[in-house]
């Protein structure tokens, strides 16, 4: 099983909402990555949780709220975004932080703030 | 910090036609990632080259790493509709607090008239 999956598919919120983002993986992956990629763009790093632990924060508002509640999950805790926050929200695995380590991408949640 | 720089950014292929993309750095590479990303999916992990020349083939698509390893590109041979999508390099970057990264290129957008 190679897979990773990301609920919801698609969320549109607006600005005073609280939402959640939730990805899980079953492949036994030690790293976990959140991503956030606009139209046309290349996927931008914003989290990696290394064993559980948040090991890369890329300078994210703190309107953005990650969570790796176990080995398997990973959270996006999401609270007064901003319309420019519109993006795919892409989650992703690799077996450790290493060298040289594949990623493994879900599905994406395709989010609108309105 | 590391930056990939890949062109082009967009290519309009008649199908049947051989493509490619490429990736250059100012920097030595530890390796380079190629993925793909086919429109409103996520990205696909394709291939990753580490040594200094090494040349990898996955049946239509050659991937190759410069000598230098300050470049790369992907080369499809006779493109087909179902190459559609937007291939994407990335390069390891790594920090000894942190642990490692993806940097990834600009992308090039492939588009395949049949």
């Known amino acids: 099983d190679t897979e990773v999956t990301q609920t919801p598919k698609h969320l549109v919120m607006g600005m005073t909402n609280k939402k959640s983002l939730k990805c899980e993986q079953h492949m036994g992956h030690r790293a976990m990555y959140w991503y956030k990629q606009k139209a046309k763009k290349p996927p931008e790093l914003m989290f990696v949780?290394?064993?559980?632990?948040?090991?890369i924060n890329e300078s994210v508002p703190s309107r953005f709220s990650p969570e790796c509640p176990n080995s398997s999950l990973l959270n996006l805790h999401l609270h007064a975004l901003q319309p420019e926050d519109s993006a795919l929200y892409l989650c992703?695995?690799?077996?450790?932080?290493?060298?040289?380590?594949?990623?493994?991408f879900g599905p994406g949640t395709r989010l609108t703030v309105l | 910090g590391q930056q990939v720089m890949q062109i082009p950014q967009y290519q309009h292929v008649q199908e049947g036609e051989d493509f490619t993309t490429y990736c250059n750095s100012s920097?030595?590479?530890?390796?380079i990632q190629w993925y793909k990303q086919r429109p409103g999916g996520h990205p696909v992990f394709l291939i990753q080259?580490?040594?200094?020349?090494e040349v990898k083939k996955q049946k239509r698509l050659t991937f190759q790493f410069g000598e230098a390893k300050k470049n790369s590109s992907l080369h499809i041979t006779a493109t087909q509709t179902t190459d559609v999508g937007t291939y994407f390099c990335a390069a390891l970057q790594i920090k000894e607090t942190s642990g490692s990264r993806l940097t990834f290129g600009e992308g090039t957008q492939l588009t395949v008239n049949p």
């Open positions: 949780y290394s064993y559980e632990k948040l090991s």
């Open positions: 080259l580490v040594k200094s020349g």
């Open positions: 920097t030595t590479l530890s390796n």
């Open positions: 992703a695995s690799s077996q450790d932080q290493g060298f040289t380590d594949t990623q493994y």
